[in-house]
């Protein structure tokens, strides 16, 4: 009775607090790690150039590109998550025995990850039909600074 109220409470409030705080987390820790070393190089150095410092330690902004194909990679990996999930479901249903929870948890799950793997699939299409001209653009860029190196 007690784990009936705990789990689905403990999956759908208390694990994706838990995420997010720790992805939050992550992310102070690597701001003040950046904010640390230009304070120790403005100490050292107060004449250096510190957009140059920043622009150096900051992390790399992904290319639209790049973008575009981790949404192709989990459009992929949801949609076959979700088509796995629904074989086990018809998997189940048809060789019987099966607790109907269980077929209809499972095909639950399935039909969710499909929809999500659809979605990201649709957005990949989609943007990279929409942004083929800045895609385009954002290579040119790279390749001129590339040759001016």
């Known amino acids: 009775m007690m784990e009936d109220i705990l789990v689905p409470i403990a999956l759908g409030c208390v694990l994706p607090v838990l995420i997010i705080w720790f992805v939050v987390r992550q992310q102070m820790n690597e701001t003040n790690k950046r904010s ?43 949609g076959f998550l979700g088509l796995g999930f629904l074989g086990i479901a018809m998997w189940q249903g048809f060789v019987g025995g099966s607790d109907p929870d269980d077929i209809t948890v499972a095909a639950l799950t399935g039909a969710v990850l499909l929809g999500i793997g659809i979605a990201f699939l649709v957005n990949y299409a989609l943007g990279k039909k929409m942004l083929a001209k800045e895609i385009q653009a954002e290579e040119k860029m790279l390749m001129a600074q590339a040759d001016r190196k």
């Open 36 to 78: 640390q070393i230009v304070l120790a190089a403005i100490e050292k150095n107060p004449d250096m150039d510190i957009e140059e410092l920043i622009r150096k330690i900051s992390p790399k902004k992904k290319l639209l590109k790049e973008k575009l194909l981790t949404k192709l990679l989990w459009g992929c990996l949801a």
